[in-house]
């Protein structure tokens, strides 16, 4: 296993790019080797172990996918595998993204059940749900979904859950509703940007969904859909990610590949915390000019404050002054990271799903162990800020939904090594 050494204390400053969208490339990934019924090709597509382990998923069903410069060639499914199995679900849950898919395309599909994470429980009772409304015979049985039928019908449906409305159960269903027979409503869908951006690829492939980028999906039924080529849109976490890497540094850097319709409500937040956004075509300028302020932040479903930025801008507030409140409305027990900041001396209590933010005026590098991607993600983004050296454990975690950020970050002066545990 690796690790990341982090000397804290430098300032970034310079231009940073931000990569391909890792949500968006997923679920597009499946759709191409799955719907399609020729080559699709990916552009700018993050290399990410999450994006490795999806092609495993997707090369045991019979795909074949290949890398070359940041683009994905891939060819569709050729033979009658159904089954995803546990040792490859179990390692990234956006594999159920292939349930639906394979239920449309070849009337049946077996699914390794997928199992909680650090950030709580995630069930997949509205993929299921969704798929039943289509007409799909749907089981779990022995840790795996079953899920078969003639051929998906039609329906229309209300897709909204406990916490709202859920980003793979409506990628899911909407995947599967392209090969269906006659019409389909979704009502209550999520309209995260890569839920948009997966249904802009499959329109290019040739379905046919209205309301994109609404809370109302309606998809007419098609008989095929043909392989396409697409860009996939850039990463809002991974750009929020580093404007919050800028801001605590004390930085002036230029975030690239992000505009700020993506990122709306945590551009607004970090303004609210005095962190200086200037906006232009290609990107945002963040600087600090003022002592930051303590907010208030409630975490949402698009277009509300998303939870994957919840941890990082944990982080932030740590250092500003007064108290902040977060609140956790989508993963409520996505508080994992709470103790390994407080371990780099920041003063975090839990209540519930709220978090106090009691700001500190400096950290101190310690120890610490990535528990799951975002709340690896904060641990680096603190390091750099904490004084001494921090040592991140567990990077892995990172390394699903980051490509390179040592590398990236170090390219305007952070000083992040990444080690052999064992070193
Ligand atoms: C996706 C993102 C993840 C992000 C999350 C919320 C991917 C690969 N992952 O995860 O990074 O944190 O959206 O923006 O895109 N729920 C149910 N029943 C279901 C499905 C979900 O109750 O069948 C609940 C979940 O427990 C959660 C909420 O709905 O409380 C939202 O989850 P969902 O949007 O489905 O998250 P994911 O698609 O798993």
Redesign the pocket.
């Known amino acids: 296993m690796q690790k990341f050494v982090i000397n804290g204390g430098t300032r970034l400053e310079g231009k940073i790019q931000v990569s391909g969208s890792k ?1 968006a490339v ?1 679920p597009i990934a499946v759709a191409a080797a799955i719907l399609g019924d020729s080559v699709s090709v990916l552009h700018n597509v993050p290399n990410l172990t999450d994006v490795q382990t999806l092609s495993a998923v997707l090369e045991g069903l019979g795909a074949s996918i290949t890398r070359k410069n940041g683009s994905l060639y891939i060819e569709p499914i050729n033979r009658m595998e159904y089954e995803a199995p546990y040792d490859l679900v179990r390692k990234m ?2 594999s159920i993204y292939v349930l639906g898919p394979l239920v449309a395309k070849l009337g049946r599909a077996k699914v390794s059940f997928p199992g909680g994470c650090a950030i709580g429980p ?6 299921i749900k969704g798929l039943e409304h289509l007409g799909a015979q749907v089981e779990v049985k022995r840790g795996y979904i079953f899920a078969q039928t003639e051929r998906l019908v039609g329906a229309k449906m209300n897709l909204i ?4 409305p ?4 409506t990628a899911n269903v909407m995947m599967a509703a392209t090969l269906a027979e006659g019409t389909t409503v979704i009502k209550g869908a ?1 309209c ?1 940007p ?1 839920i948009n951006d997966l249904a802009q690829f499959l329109n290019a492939m040739g379905a046919d969904i209205e309301g994109i980028g609404t809370s109302t999906l309606t998809i007419r039924g098609v008989k095929q859909l043909r392989g396409t080529e697409h860009s996939v849109i850039s990463d809002d976490i991974e750009a929020g990610t580093f404007i919050v890497a800028a801001a605590i540094t004390n930085g002036d850097v230029s975030v690239e590949g992000i505009a700020k319709q993506q990122i709306s409500a945590v551009s607004e937040r970090l303004t609210q915390a005095g962190v200086q956004l200037d906006w232009h075509d290609t990107g945002v300028r963040v600087t600090t000019p003022q002592q930051l302020k303590s907010i208030e932040v409630t975490t949402a ?1 698009f277009p509300g404050f ?3 930025m919840q941890a990082q801008m944990m982080g932030l507030l740590s250092l500003a002054s007064g108290t902040s409140t977060i609140t956790e409305n ?2 409520t027990d996505r508080f994992i990271h709470v103790a390994e900041l407080n371990r780099i001396g920041a003063d975090i209590r839990l209540e519930g799903r709220k978090a106090k933010v009691h700001g500190v005026s400096s950290l101190s590098g310690a120890p610490v162990m990535a528990s799951d991607l975002r709340a690896g993600a904060v641990l680096v983004v603190a390091g750099m800020a904490a004084a001494g050296e921090t040592v991140v454990s567990r990077i892995y975690h990172i390394d699903r939904g980051y490509e390179a950020i040592e590398k990236k970050l170090n390219s305007i002066g952070a000083d992040i090594q990444r080690v052999n545990d064992s070193e």
């Open positions: 949500n997923l849950r956006a995630r069930p997949v009772d509205l993929h859950g406990q916490h709202g859920s980003v793979g159960a999520a995260e890569h479903p998303p939870t994957d989508v993963h």
